[in-house]
């Protein structure tokens, strides 16, 4: 079964947050003293999230990506992921982290069925990476990447490039793949919490490729059918490969394919859309064929892209852990 929208597109690819805790503050995720956490209560159980995730197979998804906040905070989060690895029809269970309790749990989210991870990790200096993180330890983060590899899970690292944070680090991010079968994601900045003269932050994907062309000769790499919106490279030689996603100057829009739900049970088509659906109540009453339901319905009114680029957002201002970015 395929599930499209108005205009063509498949949409096989949920993400799907399990909390809105987070161990770091990131300074394009949220202020500095962080914000509201939802009570307990209002958290979808494992077993509502179950519901949802098998509602949302049945009509088509065949990707789900756990996230949060940061998922591997969440009591009982590898049982989970078990349970969710053996829904019929689902083809990829993968899962983003910020690695921080990575090295601990490695083996485990191999052996659940979890079959790649998304690190975000957006420096290697450890004073810029304290910066950008508030709280968080890059050692840890490192340790948790060792850990995943021994554990054999393939690993992409994302990291959002902002002018005059990080940029400078482009080449070294780009370095790690040479000896490392790493997939490294450059992400243009997104002005999720709209803080002020968030512009000058922006990096545009083609300056970051022009920069990356004056040390590299890279080629494109063919996406599959379940990839993101990554446009994908491969520098000569390297084990791994580097990507870009110009979530502002290139609008992947036309190629989007995946839609989101909350810790909470809100569902939407595009992260920077107001619109949401309610699925609690359906989810709570066992209701599969009114999620799917409402989960088709959702899909049909998908808006054609978003209405962000470089200079503006038309957007509320979210925080990324609330929404499950």
Known sequence: MHLKDNYGRTINYLRLSVTDRCDMRCMYCMPAEGVAKLDHCEVLSYEELLVLARAAVAVGVEKIRVTGG??????????????????????????????????????????????????????????????????????????GLDAAERAGLPIKLNMVVMRGVNDNEIDDFAALTLERNYSVRFIEYMPAIQEQNWQELVVPGDEILQRLTEKYSFTPVIRGALAGPAQEFKIAGAQGNIGVITALSGHFCGDCNRIRTTASGQVRSCLFSTEEVDLRPLIAANDIEAVKDQLTRLVCDKPERHSMDELSAGHTPFTMAKIGG
């Open 70 to 143: 940061e998922p591997l905070v969440r009591k009982g989060i590898l049982g989970f992921l078990r349970k969710l690895a053996k829904i019929p029809g689902l083809q990829q269970l993968v899962l983003t982290t910020n690695g921080q309790l990575l090295a601990g749990m490695a083996d485990e989210l191999k052996q659940a069925g979890v079959q790649r991870l998304n690190v975000s990790l957006d420096s290697l200096d450890p004073e810029v990476f304290q910066r950008i993180t508030r709280c968080g330890d890059l050692n840890r983060v490192l340790a």
